[in-house]
């Protein structure tokens, strides 16, 4: 069949193009390496029927209604709102920290002192940065801003990331900033919410169209090659005419010509749990990699519409990426430091003359996209595309 579209991976950045190309009348060929469609979103049901998101917690959230609207084509939801507790000094408070975190570490006196300085400076329901917040120069503040910075920030960044915060882009700090509210849900946007029958249900009616051909198990590197001196892409040797969406590793497309872009990797250690194991869906561990060497442990099951009597628990573990290594081979993150992004935009001047070749998603574009803002991303690059 000849194909107008050749997408290379079957995540939501894939899968949401293929689907709106394929509406466009356009015939669609994706190819995922994996055996499985959804990418990292893909979950799945165990034997005690808790449903398994197998590459980490993924949480709906958005204030967009029109990514809301086009993925409600394919699903119902249920409502979800995720909260997150941090264990701080033998104790159990609100992740983003918040003033119910203050009122849950500190004496009454100086919580009251701390909450009404914080409340004078930046006013209720604000979302300060941490680096914000450590820059200010009123003493009380500012000595909260250390305290929480040492105990919620430092420790889980170098765990997380492998780097210090202050190395760090600080978009990627901003993205858990301090609260100034006693609201302690994790996310605040209008529509928080799970798909009903899971996130590959989901995936598997949207690529449900005539106009779409979906090979899982196959390496698009096995097919696909971009000559960089005539401008083309090569599909099986040949020159490919129509688009190429491309969602992987930009660095593995150009066969690594300027070397390894560096990623953050997660290994999740899953275990059988009893309903109730821990006090949260997700309780975050921001203490010293010797005290915990994890990051954080989530419950699937409270996740979940109803929540199983046998749960299941993900301990999850950070490393740096490495294609060839026995743990951290699967990228989830781009490293954001000013040598990633320099050498990153090498690996983009590369494809600026080649007008069928398109970077989509968080590896393909070396950025941070949550679910909704890849579903909208997407359907902004096919809406270009279809003219």
């Not at 920290?97 to 500190?106: A, G, P």
């Not at 749960?311 to 989830?332: D, L, M, Q, W």
């Not at 590369?350 to 803002?373: C, F, Q, T, W």
Request: aromatic share 14%.
């Amino acid at each position: 069949m000849k194909y107008d579209v050749i997408i290379a991976g079957a995540g939501y950045a894939g899968a949401v193009s293929a689907r709106c190309l394929a509406e466009a009348g356009k015939q669609v060929l994706v190819l995922e390496k994996r055996d499985h469609i959804g990418g990292n979103a893909y979950d799945a049901y165990d034997d005690n029927g808790v449903r398994r998101h197998v590459y980490g917690p993924h949480l709906f959230h958005t204030n967009n209604g029109n990514v809301v609207d086009f993925l409600s084509r394919f699903t119902d939801w249920y409502p979800y709102e995720h909260r997150v507790l941090g264990y701080i000094e033998g104790k159990t408070v609100p992740i983003p920290f918040n003033l119910t975190s203050i009122e849950k570490l500190f004496d009454p006196e100086t919580a009251d002192h701390l909450k009404t300085e914080l409340i004078k400076a930046y006013g209720m329901e604000r979302k300060v940065p941490i680096l914000e917040l450590r820059k200010n120069e009123d003493p009380a503040i500012n000595q909260l801003a250390e305290y929480i910075f040492e105990h919620v920030f430092k420790y889980y960044t170098m765990k997380q990331w492998g780097y210090g915060a202050e190395e760090i882009d600080p978009a990627v700090t901003a993205r858990v900033p301090v609260h100034v509210s006693y609201d302690d849900r994790y996310f605040q946007d209008a529509y928080q919410m799970m798909p009903k029958d899971g996130y590959t249900a989901m995936f598997k009616c949207m690529l449900d169209h005539d106009g779409i051909t979906v090979v899982t198990g196959c390496d698009v590197m096995e097919h696909i090659r971009i000559d960089t001196e005539q401008h083309q892409v090569l599909y099986d040797g040949e020159a490919f005419t129509g688009e190429f969406i491309y969602t992987g590793l930009v660095d593995q497309l150009l066969e690594y010509r300027y070397g390894d872009l560096p990623y953050r990797s997660l290994e999740f250690d899953v275990q059988e749990e009893t309903k109730g194991f821990q006090p949260a869906a997700t309780v975050n561990y921001p203490t010293p990699a010797e005290i915990h060497p994890f990051t954080r442990i989530s419950d699937y099951g409270m996740m979940m519409e109803s929540c199983p009597e046998k749960t299941a628990s993900a301990v999850e573990y950070p490393y740096a990426y490495s294609r060839n290594g026995e743990k951290g081979t699967v990228p989830y993150y781009p490293v954001f430091t000013d040598a990633s992004k320099e050498q990153y935009a090498r690996y983009a001047e590369l494809l600026k003359d080649i007008p069928n070749v398109h970077l989509l998603g968080r590896l393909a574009e070396y950025r941070y996209y949550n679910m909704d803002s890849i579903t909208e991303r997407a359907l902004e690059v096919c809406g270009s595309l279809i003219g």
